[in-house]
């Protein structure tokens, strides 16, 4: 492995951290804000973020192609837009267990678009090592899985947010060579705001007085700030960054690591217990993972 994977690596991890934390901040928040109200603020935050930092060291770098305004309209109501409303909602529905599961299967999707349309050369090893790490996630979750009944809507929506994040990871991977992923996740959290604007008004949480005074409560405020840098932006970054070097199919499958920091920080800042099969799910999402970065991947352009 050359220094360029090992970094790509570290990249992948931390986005995977992020995005894993992301969940415990979230539950925090939800004692006083609704989910539409803290995405929608979250990539409020993110945007302002991300427009400050592009126009501070990559103003040149900006302006995207005519032609490429489709794919960038798309990937951005893919996800942040579609995926984080059907993840959402879907809870409504099912147990979060269930959810997990099948949001798990992400990465398997994207491996089969990477192998049979973005021409990556992702071994039988590698398909192999995604379904293992899946099953290290189903491992990790079976107590959960086991003691909550399923219900239909729930599954759909669950599985509407997994086409949701292939049909974001198929459209990005066709910029990501030609933009930096600083600039995509710009134009992807602003547009995605626009589109959670008519949501966030309809539902009236513009003229909601507790929305805006729980966004003065510092522990709230830290929150959001966290989910909006970290979880919105950077964790975004990393990825994109991960693609690029490694393709989407082995970038993508890092996503199961989620999970494993989720329980892990769970742990340590909520005081979630840490049984033995939540060790053993997280040993074999590693492996798994672990198995899909055996082969070096080569794409075709």
């Not at 959402?88 to 089969?112: K, R």
Request: hydrophobic fraction near 55%.
């Amino acid at each position: 492995m050359n220094s360029k994977n090992n970094l790509c690596y570290l990249w992948l991890l931390l986005a995977a951290v992020f995005w894993g934390g992301s969940f415990v901040f979230t539950k925090y928040l939800l004692a006083s804000l609704d989910p539409v109200s803290i995405i929608f603020i979250r990539l409020i935050i993110s945007s302002l973020f991300l427009w400050l930092i592009s126009l501070l060291f990559l103003r040149k770098r900006l302006k995207i192609d005519q032609k490429d305004w489709k794919f960038v309209f798309l990937f951005s109501f893919f996800e942040p837009f579609l995926y984080f409303i059907f993840e959402t909602y879907s809870l409504i529905y099912t147990s979060a267990s269930i959810v997990s599961i099948i949001i798990a299967t992400i990465p398997l999707f994207t491996a089969l678009l990477s192998k049979y349309y973005f021409t990556e050369n992702f071994s039988n090893l590698n398909l192999a090592g995604v379904l293992i790490s899946v099953t290290g996630i189903g491992i990790m979750l079976l107590p959960g899985f086991m003691d909550t009944p399923d219900g239909l809507w729930g599954v759909a929506l669950a599985l509407l947010a997994v086409f949701s994040a292939v049909g974001y990871g198929f459209y990005v991977k066709k910029l990501s060579k030609n933009y930096h992923p600083v600039v995509i996740v710009t134009y992807q959290n602003s547009i995605g705001a626009i589109f959670f604007l008519p949501l966030f008004l309809i539902l009236g949480h513009f003229n909601d007085t507790s929305i805006w005074i729980a966004m003065t409560d510092p522990a709230n405020l830290a929150n959001l700030l966290i989910l909006a840098i970290f979880c919105s932006s950077l964790a975004f970054i990393f990825f994109l960054r991960g693609i690029q070097v490694l393709g989407l199919g082995r970038a993508n499958v890092f996503s199961n690591l989620i999970p494993v920091a989720t329980a892990v920080i769970s742990f340590f800042l909520l005081g979630e217990e840490f049984p033995l099969y939540k060790i053993i799910g997280m040993a074999v999402v590693i492996v798994g993972i672990f198995l899909v970065q055996k082969k070096t991947i080569t794409v075709n352009s």
